[in-house]
């Protein structure tokens, strides 16, 4: 910063990065899932084939025709080159005494290189990659931000005053192009040039915000605190209509114990606050509000004339549904805490109610085929309804640190309760379309839908006839009459028995009902950081309880002794050899069929599980060198460390991860199925450092 | 203070002309068309309705997924998708779900033409066989998701609140009366098969398309007299649209040839004359794949986007010509069931229908034994326990004929109606319309007689001199075999009774009666919010 003449200041601060790395390749879908289920009797290699990899062969590996995902992780090459600039310009004047003026310039570019070689391989059987392709992504952005920013500040004896108004523009502007190439006939010249077909795609994605901020702080002798604001945004992300919407806020603060209490030498700080808010979100997406219509090179089509095929196009509905109705989300919030400083600051204590009103909720819906959109899912962003976050959030701390004995405890517990409140028009409660999570009035967000499982068919429960043979319908084995008929599959021993809730005798898919949440009750935090003399020791724990996540990568058949009808007939997990039998009665392992002929896998409570976890985060354990020692070589300090991060777990959850699986979505109504993603690494280091 | 106030006007005089216009907010999108300002010409309503043929080919539909309809439910060829060939699909298998989705995204938008072309200034004639080919389209969709669905909504028009879900059908029978509806109105309107040609555009309906789907759609309502009616007008214009072998050949490849063209996609040189493939005399209505634009891996460029070409040869083909074997022929009991021709004029020992279909192992892959060699049983896949691939359909093969793209975007086209299929129905409908309920009764109906003789004569076989409905069941059986017509015949025969469920189960023993229809997806019924129902058929 620097001074030019008395009431001007200028100011610049500039940040560049640059960075290389590589990624793993792609072998489509999660490789982690893929290498779990493929057969254990595929061969990994093959010095035969283009690339030295194997595949499924179904002389070898059977049904299971997992991919070999080690080839396309090894073989793939994708370089990524990423470099950005950070850079800000503010200049600031002091028009009259205590009124200042300032603008801020800020210019933020980045460019993003990813250049993805997948070369040609084989992994035999019909199987492998039969055109070299080189896809690159240039993504290039720039975020020009411009804030006036008007502040005015007084103190007049007890009273103080700090007025602000603010205008902000931003205008981002990315451009992703992504061209391709196939097949190089010259080994050495690879560039797009020499490949044998090459094309491109571009997609350019505009943005603008602008917003008007005032904002007024007060306080009387810094007892009584308020704070008032009102905000107004416009967003290029809604359509004409609705581009601009208005946010106040505002809050009181009382520090009691400058009004009473004076006397208690042992308390430093007792104060009161009181705080509602309002805060917009817009969607991720832009021209949502447009119904839009894509072409020609994602609708193609030909007609066979006399010169052969004549290739032909059109302009398809995008999978977007436009919504010329979209508007900004508005989360209310009301906060009411106290905060408690005592022992000379040592112990610090706060506790709060928390209440977020999140009204006209920005919500990706995704929309029946009817609607014709032409992705796999059609879907439409959309305000539906408002859900509410409340509870309860404590913190607390105790430092010692004078002395060669110093500690710092610290523990917080936050608890938690979402609830939909309504639904916008019509107000209907739904499942969503992976038919696992349910959108319910009164219920959590995300909650799961299901059947409820009663344990396992056993032999009694089927009809048998005068010779004691099974009564069968086709294939089907019949169950007793005094039992509720099940609609589902055909069942057999072994499979799962599910409760007739509605107790129509049918046991069907109108048996379903919220079998659980993925949101946990509470989550809470432990911190421990202990030194005496030249060692330090620091642990941190944290964990979650009453919640539940979707295991559906067991469903999905690695832990199911049936083959599937989506997964085929994938490695299991060694519980699954327990499998039902006549002999061995389980009531926790369905039997093995060919196929999923019981309808094993619909959504239900077997697949449901508890995932209440506590975790050690982190651990370190550090010895600094007296620094009498280091003065003679000029280092002020040196101290090695050892540690680890996510060193146990403790948790009756039996997937890889019982925190943080979600399906890959960008809809806030799909949460927690596990779908078999990578797990936490756990990790261990050791270090110095060094200060001179 | 005086010069300070004058930076205060500035300032404000600043902040005021950057205060924005709305101008800035508005954004003009340049990746994607706007829908408001589209259809306005002859080129935009011709671009929307090539919009909606193409979910025809998409992978949801002929490009791949109706496999699991048209070959895993069959009992006449093996799948490796044991779920499916043993009939355990529910509402949230796979395929259940992907097939709905591309019937519906082409009835939305053969909707969007009839929506949106009316109000084009443009020529009367082109924006009629326009509307009419929209209309044959909305039919068509609309008959698969009637015949595997039984009651998915009916959509007349595209549906505008996406709050508001969509409706069952009230019956099967309603949709099939609109798909009717649809076929009788566009036969006006749409190309004659000459004006098609002379159009240069092969693949767009045709006025005899939409005759023989009509002719069809009546047979499934089991409504008789107006199958004959529709039917014998088709038959009665094109008595001899079977592609023959020349007259007295005794060449045996004529005969394989004289029916296999009508499966592949180049002409096929027999021992005397070519056989055109690709909209030969016998096709009615085919999806064209090609292979004029195609490049990359399926993952990319999924058929009727971005790709011209389907995945069908790379699924069903042996490994040996790059295909992943996902099927084979069932090679014990139905290769019993062709008739074993007497006195056939090229000498041939076995219908040459089964020649074509079947390729066993030890026989050659083509039949000019130019370059593949022959089919060893290590070229299958192993679980299915057959040594016979499907040969219909993938021949000659990719390897054989240079499609660089092949077997991964297939060029050879789906025939959905061809006049064999015309003349078998409009025999079926005859001795129906008769009366014939009794499957093992026989009608001596002359004109039936001849229909199902022409087909016959093809292949080489003796004349039926009386016809009952198992005569019908085994000459489609054979004829048709692989073309996805299989199980929904089954199907029709059991619901028309011809054939009782323990019929049905000689075939399929694991069927029950709601397998006359595949559930509606469980996804559909979540999205409409509670206003789609599942079918009673597949909860009690």
């Known amino acids: 910063m620097s001074k030019v003449g008395k009431i001007f200041r200028l100011g610049e601060n500039i940040k560049i990065t640059h960075k290389n790395y590589r990624e793993a390749g792609a072998s489509g879908l999660n490789a982690f899932a893929q290498a779990y289920e493929a057969s254990p009797l595929m061969k990994v290699y093959n010095p035969d084939n283009l690339g030295g990899f194997n595949g499924p062969n179904s002389a070898i590996t059977g049904r299971n025709d997992r991919n070999n995902p080690l080839a396309s992780l090894v073989l793939d090459e994708r370089l990524n080159v990423e470099n950005s600039l950070f850079s800000s310009v503010y200049g600031e004047v002091e028009l009259l005494d205590g009124l200042v003026f300032r603008t801020n310039l800020g210019l933020v570019v980045g460019y993003k290189n990813e250049d993805d070689w997948y070369p040609e391989y084989e992994l035999g059987y019909g199987r492998g990659r039969n055109d070299e392709r080189n896809e690159k992504r240039l993504e290039s952005t720039v975020k020009v931000t411009w804030d006036q920013q008007l502040t005015y500040t007084k103190t007049l004896g007890n009273h103080s005053l700090a007025a602000t108004a603010v205008h902000s523009i931003e205008k981002t502007d990315s451009d992703l192009l992504t061209p391709f190439g196939t097949t190089w006939t010259q080994p050495e010249l690879r560039t797009l040039s020499h490949a044998t077909t090459t094309g491109a795609r571009q997609i350019v994605t505009p943005y603008r915000l602008e917003s008007y901020l005032g904002r007024i702080f007060y306080d009387y002798k810094d007892k009584y605190l308020f704070t008032f604001s009102l905000r107004r945004d416009g967003s290029s992300k809604f359509g004409p209509l609705h581009r601009h919407s208005i946010f106040p806020a505002g809050s009181i603060g009382w520090k009691i114990n400058e009004d009473f209490f004076k006397q208690t030498e042992w308390l430093d700080l007792l104060k009161l606050r009181v705080g509602y808010g309002t805060v917009g979100a817009e969607p991720d997406d832009n021209f949502m509000y447009l119904a839009r219509l894509d072409g020609p090179a994602e609708h193609v089509y030909s007609w066979k004339g006399q010169a052969g095929d004549q290739k032909v196009h059109g302009y398809g509905p995008f999978y977007s549904l436009a919504n010329p109705n979209l508007k900004w989300e508005t989360a209310k919030m009301i906060n009411i805490g106290t905060d408690v400083n005592a022992f000379g600051n040592r112990l610090q204590f706060s506790a709060e109610y928390y209440r977020k009103n999140h009204e006209d909720l920005l919500v990706l819906v995704y929309v029946g085929s009817e609607f014709g959109q032409s992705d796999d899912a059609g879907r439409a962003w959309a305000n539906q309804g408002n859900i509410v976050n409340k509870g309860m959030e404590f913190s607390t701390s105790y430092k010692k640190l004078e002395g060669l004995f110093n500690y710092t405890v610290t523990a917080n517990i936050t608890t938690i309760k979402n609830e939909i409140l309504t639904l916008g028009s019509g107000n209907v409660s739904y499942v969503t379309d992976n038919n696992k999570n349910a959108v319910f009035i009164g219920h959590t967000i995300g909650s799961f839908y299901g059947l409820v499982s009663d344990g396992i068919y056993q032999e009694e429960d089927f009809q048998k006839d005068a010779n004691g043979t099974f009564v069968r319908n086709g294939t089907a084995y019949v169950l007793k009459e005094t039992l509720p008929q099940d609609a589902l599959g055909n069942n057999a021993p072994g499979d799962i028995k599910y409760k007739d809730l509605n107790k129509d005798g049918i046991i069907n898919t109108d048996d379903r009902t919220i079998i659980g949440k993925p949101i946990p009750d509470f989550t809470y935090g432990l911190g421990f950081e202990v030194s005496y003399k030249g060692l330090d020791l620091s642990a941190y724990f944290d964990g979650s309880q009453n919640m539940e996540l979707f295991n559906n990568f067991a469903r999905n058949g690695a832990n199911l002794p049936s083959g599937e009808p989506e997964n085929k007939d994938e490695n299991k997990m060694s519980s699954a050899l327990d499998y039902w039998t006549p002999e061995n009665r389980s009531n926790t392992q369905t039997r093995a069929s060919i196929g999923d002929e019981g309808y094993n896998r619909i959504e239900s409570d077997w697949w449901v599980e508890d995932a209440s976890f506590f975790r050690l985060r982190s651990l370190q354990v550090g010895y600094t060198l007296p620094s009498a020692w280091m003065q003679s070589v000029n280092i002020s300090k040196l101290r090695v460390f050892v540690g680890g991060t996510n060193l146990f777990t403790i948790t009756k959850y039996s997937g890889y991860n019982p925190e943080g699986s979600t399906a890959n979505t960008s809809s806030p109504l799909v949460i927690g199925i596990d779908e078999g993603y990578y797990p936490v690494p756990r990790s261990f280091n050791a270090g110095i450092t060094i200060d001179f | ?540």
């Open chain 2, 1 to 540: 203070m005086k010069k300070n106030s004058k930076y205060l006007i500035y300032l404000i005089l600043l902040l005021t002309a950057i205060g924005c216009s709305e101008d800035f907010l508005e954004l003009e999108n340049i990746n994607q068309k706007d829908a408001s300002t589209y259809y306005r010409n002859a080129d935009e309503a011709e671009e929307a309705l090539n919009t909606a043929y193409m979910p025809m080919a998409f992978s949801q539909c002929f490009g791949r997924d109706i496999q699991y309809m048209n070959y895993a439910l069959s009992d006449r060829i093996l799948h490796e998708r044991t779920s499916d060939e043993n009939l355990f699909f529910n509402s949230s298998t796979d395929w259940v779900k992907a097939v709905y989705h591309g019937l519906y995204i082409g009835i939305f938008r053969a909707n969007l033409v009839l929506e949106n072309v009316p109000g084009i200034n443009m020529d009367d004639n082109q924006k009629r066989r326009i509307l009419a080919e929209a209309r044959f389209l909305r039919g068509l969709y609309h008959f698969y998701a009637a015949t595997y669905y039984e009651i998915p909504p009916l959509m007349k028009e595209t549906p505008k609140d996406p709050k508001i879900g969509a409706t069952n059908a009230v019956s099967k029978q309603q949709i099939y009366q609109f798909a009717a509806e649809n076929f009788r109105n566009a036969i006006p309107d749409l190309y004659s098969k000459e004006e098609v040609r002379d159009a240069d555009q092969l693949g767009r309906a045709t006025d005899v398309a939409a005759k023989a789907f009509l002719g069809k759609t009546y047979l499934y309502m089991q409504e008789w007299d107006s199958a004959v009616a529709y039917l014998g007008e088709l038959y009665s214009s094109y008595p001899d649209s079977l592609v023959m072998p020349p007259i007295g050949s005794t060449d045996s490849l004529d005969w394989v040839f004289a029916y296999l063209c009508n499966f592949a996609k180049e002409d096929l040189n027999g021992g005397t004359t070519t056989y055109k493939a690709e909209y030969n005399k016998e096709s009615i209505f085919e999806v064209n794949f090609s292979s004029v634009h195609s490049a990359g891996d399926f993952a990319q460029f999924l058929p009727g986007r971005r790709s011209t070409g389907s995945l069908n040869t790379w699924y069903f083909t042996p490994y040996v010509i790059k295909g992943f074997a996902n099927v084979a022929m069932e090679d014990k009991i139905f290769p019993t069931t062709y008739e074993k021709p007497v006195n056939h004029p090229a000498g041939l020992t076995r219908d040459p229908r089964l020649s074509a279909t079947f390729m066993f192992v030890g026989e050659p892959l083509d039949y000019k034994g130019r370059i593949l060699g022959n089919l060893q049983q290590t070229d299958l896949n192993a679980v299915l326990e057959s040594s016979a691939a499907l040969r219909k359909g993938y021949y000659p093969f990719h390897a054989d004929y240079s499609y660089p793209s092949a077997p991964y975007n297939d060029p050879n086209n789906i025939r959905l109606m061809r006049f064999a299929d015309v003349y078998l129905m409009y025999a079926e409908a005859l001795i129906r319309a008769e009366g014939l309920s009794d499957r093992n009764a026989f009608s001596s109906n002359s004109t039936a007689l001849e229909a199902i003789n022409k087909v016959r004569r093809r292949a080489g076989l003796a004349d039926l001199t009386q016809l009952s409905g198992n005569d019908i069941i085994h000459e489609r059986d054979v004829e048709l075999v692989g073309e996805g017509y299989r199980y929904w015949d089954l199907v029709r025969w059991y619901e028309s009774g011809w054939l009782n469920l323990n019929d049905v189960r000689t075939y399929k023993p694991t069927f029950q009666p709601k397998h006359v229809c595949v559930p509606i997806p469980d996804r559909e019924i979540n999205l409409s919010k509670g206003n789609l129902k599942q079918n009673p058929k597949w909860t009690n």
